[in-house]
């Protein structure tokens, strides 16, 4: 019963729409209504600007970080902290606060790896900031990081720094992928037709 309440509160925990939040408190609208209309730290960051944004990444990528960190330091196993951070992801993906329609939950899903998988993150993170650094694409980044996720776990190992990576966080991990892969279906079709929109453009309102 520990464990599940425990995947259930960090479900609650990613279903904190932190960009909704922190947009709406700042400019009195709503985060979906502006930009890409996606609630996550890219949007808010056309809607209030850079220092908002980092406020609100960091904001979600503590979503995943935490419930794991919590699991870790009760005695949970790599099951059930592979469990918590799947949850916090869904939670953003698909947040009980927003009608069950959320963000893309790169950050979260980085915030869990990050306490899941150091190594494996840090490789992942490596693979975004050059990604986007040489395309100006943040879904480009994004994909090929939770893409190459599982691979990094199955190399690096798990918490602890173990040298072997158990199967149940190599599965949670890679249904962390899945999550975040699975809403970035449109941004797929678009680099495929050369018309996703780089960092730093300006993007009108329209359905992602």
């Known amino acids: 019963m520990i464990w599940l309440g425990l995947i259930a509160a960090a479900y609650l925990v990613g279903s904190v729409p932190f960009s909704f939040l922190v947009v709406r408190a700042l400019r009195g609208i709503d985060v979906r209504s ?13 809607a209030v600007g850079a220092l908002p944004a980092l406020a609100v990444l960091a904001l979600d990528f503590g979503k995943g970080l935490a419930p794991v960190a919590v699991g ?59 990604a986007v650094a040489w395309k100006r694409y943040v879904s480009l980044g994004s994909i090929l990081a939770v893409a190459l996720a599982p ?12 040298p072997r990576a158990p199967k149940e966080l190599v599965a949670g991990v890679l249904l962390i992928g899945l999550l975040v892969l699975a809403r970035h279906a449109e941004n797929v079709r678009r680099l495929l037709a050369g018309a996703e929109h780089r960092l730093g453009e300006r993007v009108e309102m329209e359905h992602w």
């Open 34 to 46: 502006v930009g890409s209309g996606n609630p996550g730290a890219t949007n808010a960051m056309r």
């Open 151 to 162: 691979a990094f776990v199955a190399l690096f190992g798990r918490v602890g720094w173990s």
């Open 72 to 130: 870790s330091w009760l005695g949970a196993s790599p099951a059930v902290l592979a469990a918590a951070g799947v949850a916090a992801v869904a939670g953003h993906v698909f947040p009980l606060f927003l009608g069950f329609s959320g963000g893309k939950g790169v950050a979260t899903a980085a915030g869990a790896l990050a306490m899941l998988a150091p190594l494996a993150a840090a490789a992942s993170m490596a693979v975004f900031f050059v």
